[in-house]
């Protein structure tokens, strides 16, 4: 015998009680007759005692059965409660949600929607990890995470949100003082700036229209866990750096740098949303966080240079 309770057994029993009738507990609960019979003679087995007085005509609860009855239908009762409850928190999702988001990403594309998102949803609270690390998404207790590129990890599931091109870029200053690379491999002879956690890091891919491949190994004189602590040595006209678009693309924009070997393209990755697949109801409220506002920003972000 199962050393779990019979709570579908106890469940009919307390329709049938309540019904007076196998017939109008089943049509109360959507099932067949056959199945509340079984269910109420299961669990007479179990118990090895008879809960109803049965004929033809008449159905009445034993003596055994009205002690049970009672706290049968309480039981009922609470479960009902438990899923009521629980539907009205997947409809209006509440509590805390822990997401993990790339540092620099997160400060120019996250933050700025929160306002209206916690407008939009009061009941809703956000523990923001900012950081460009590999977090553990299950083990350090995040409900989400944005990440750059393609996580292996078959435990999540994963969501694209948009497609993150990559640019190699020179400050104009640089290129008056140094010239132009034209070829992938004519970066050996320049300085270039280096991101601490970016896939195979010490390689750069390219390949051109016609299919040729280049691999560069970039050396300078900087290395960081963070895109942003690129950019002042960038901007003096230092070094060369490679840039994810929704960094480069204002500085694109504005002049403060140039895009190179414009017939040469980087691998495109990708901003992708993990999460545990066991869906909770914090999940939930992630899930509307990203679909109310980051996937915008994330295209927003990523958008045409």
Not at 53 to 66: E, I, K
């Amino acid at each position: 015998m199962s050393k779990l309770p019979d709570f579908e057994g106890l469940a009919m029993f307390a329709k049938v009680a309540k019904e007076r009738s196998y017939a109008g507990a089943a049509r109360s609960m959507g099932v067949s007759v056959a199945t509340v019979s079984r269910a109420v003679s299961r669990l007479e087995d179990r118990l090895g005692a008879r809960l109803f007085n049965r004929s033809s005509r008449r159905l009445a609860l034993t003596d055994f059965g009205h002690r049970l009855a009672d706290r049968a239908a309480h039981v009922y009762a609470e479960v009902e409660d438990i899923e009521h409850v629980a539907r009205e928190a997947a409809r209006c999702p509440r509590g805390l949600i822990r997401f993990a988001v790339p540092m620099s990403f997160g400060t120019r594309w996250v933050a700025p929607i929160l306002p209206d998102f916690f407008r939009r949803h009061p009941d809703i609270a956000i523990d923001l990890h900012l950081g460009d690390e590999k977090v553990d998404v299950i083990g350090d207790g995040f409900d989400a995470a944005l990440r750059i590129a393609v996580l292996e990890d078959s435990a999540l599931v994963a969501k694209k949100l948009a497609p993150v091109r990559r640019f190699v870029v020179a400050a104009p200053s640089y290129l008056a003082r140094y010239g132009r690379p034209k070829h992938p491999d004519d970066l050996a002879a320049h300085p270039c700036l280096g991101y601490t956690y970016r896939a195979k890091r010490d390689v750069w891919s390219f390949k051109n229209k016609a299919g040729d491949g280049a691999m560069v190994t970039p050396v300078g004189p900087l290395r960081a866990t963070n895109v942003d602590a690129l950019l002042p040595t960038l901007l003096e006209g230092l070094a060369i750096a490679e840039l994810p678009e929704f960094v480069a693309f204002d500085l694109l924009r504005a002049g403060s740098v140039e895009a190179l070997l414009p017939d040469w393209t980087m691998t495109v990755g990708g901003l992708f949303c993990h999460s545990d697949r066991a869906c909770s109801q914090r999940q939930s409220g992630g899930a509307i966080l990203v679909s109310d506002g980051t996937a915008t920003s994330a295209k927003l972000a990523c958008r045409s240079t």
